[in-house]
């Protein structure tokens, strides 16, 4: 049996503990309101943006030329991995990598023999895993999250959407994990580039339930229906970009919230154990004591 | 006449106003009260805002503009200021 000093140290130390985890789930607490917030202030923005892209795309005739449409043969692969800079935040940043590595392994494992699948990392855990395992990593956008702003992704957006119109790359996935409570988070994959048909009409479908009416105005269009649609296009794909990075801050929060939730109560648990051993550990030696007393005692009466 | 001027990370400005001065992409233009619809996009510049007597600019990083039924409602990738 351990001896008591041990267990009073044992006792100190995850107290200690338990300590810093409750207090990292109250800022992750506070974080996550704040992350939410922004995503709430995103909103109108993108109401207001999805609307108008409707709005003009509904009574265009004819195709916009859009570069950031243009279908290739995927030979030079852009992985945009989403993770959060710090960890402690239960299985927040290996299920996303998991993710990507299933992604490398399977839709692209050609291109990868070839050394043509790149990573561009938004947060430091994955950037540190795909440099450990010697795979080519561009860009460097780590320590966006402490101050996160849509002036802050944008020249990640910028970045990613430049190299596809340059044809540094035929197509670029975007892997992040989804808010969609405190305590889940829903890995997404999507492919961000080239734009596939669906995610323009999408926009369309939801404006024609929420203002009907809106579509009989004749607006007058500056410079023209197209180029506005040709502006919109990347103005609406930078966006995308800053909802999977919002989406991500949200529920890197919550998934260190409900880790250190977690943790918390793992060492409530060990406490009770430990000082239930402390107890009888010097009961024990109490009885001890006695024992020898008596017996000495004992010895002498006898 | 109600103006919003709108980032992806805040409400810049939201009021009432007597005139807005506005980048337009071929040329900057101004919106009175009752201006015909229009939706434009806007180049990087200053967006002055007329309002009793008061004068504000506002520099943003590009964008655009829709005005419909005395509603103009500015969308900016950013402001500079």
């Known amino acids: 049996m351990a001896s008591l000093k041990e267990v009073r140290g044992r006792i100190v130390s995850v107290n200690s503990t338990q300590q810093i985890t409750k207090a990292m789930k109250m800022v992750a607490a506070a974080k996550l309101r704040k992350s939410q917030d922004n995503i709430i202030k995103l909103r109108p923005y993108v109401q207001k943006l999805n609307g108008i892209l409707a709005n003009v795309s509904a009574t265009l005739d004819g195709d916009v030329e859009n570069p950031y449409g243009a279908e290739r043969k995927a030979e030079k692969i852009l992985i945009v991995l989403i993770t959060s800079d710090r960890g402690l935040a239960g299985a927040f940043n290996s299920n996303v990598i998991k993710a990507s590595q299933n992604l490398l392994n399977t839709k692209y494992s050609a291109q990868l023999a070839q050394g043509n699948v790149h990573f561009l990392c938004i947060g430091k855990k994955g950037l540190d895993f795909y440099n450990k395992k010697g795979l080519k990593t561009i860009g460097n956008f780590v320590g966006l999250f402490k101050s996160l702003s849509f002036d802050q992704v944008r020249p990640a957006a910028e970045y990613v959407m430049n190299a596809f119109v340059n044809k540094e790359y035929d197509k670029v996935e975007i892997i992040y994990n989804e808010f969609k409570n405190v305590a889940t988070q829903i890995v997404r994959v999507k492919q961000y580039l080239p734009i596939t048909k669906d995610d323009l009409p999408k926009a369309k479908a939801a404006e024609v339930k929420v203002e009907p009416s809106r579509y009989k105005t004749n607006y007058i269009f500056e410079p023209s229906q197209k180029d506005i649609v040709a502006d919109l296009i990347p103005k609406s794909l930078k966006i995308q970009f800053y909802e999977g990075v919002l989406e991500s801050n949200a529920s890197e929060h919550g998934a260190r919230m409900t880790a250190m939730d977690k943790a918390t109560d793992n060492a409530k648990e060990l406490l009770k154990e430990l000082r239930l051993t402390y107890n009888r550990t010097r009961q024990a030696a109490i009885t001890k004591e006695i024992l020898e007393i008596v017996g000495g005692a004992e010895a002498l009466n006898g | ?81």
């Open chain 2, 1 to 81: 006449m109600h103006l919003e001027i709108i980032t992806p990370d805040e409400k810049v400005f939201s009021g009432e106003v007597t005139a807005v001065n506005v980048p337009g992409a071929d040329g900057a233009f101004e919106v009175l009260n009752n201006h015909a619809p229009i939706i434009s996009t806007l180049a990087k510049g200053n967006v002055k805002v007329k309002s009793a007597g008061t004068e504000k600019n506002i520099m943003i990083d590009g964008g655009l503009v829709e005005v419909l039924n005395n509603k103009i409602i500015v969308l900016a990738e950013a402001v500079l200021s």
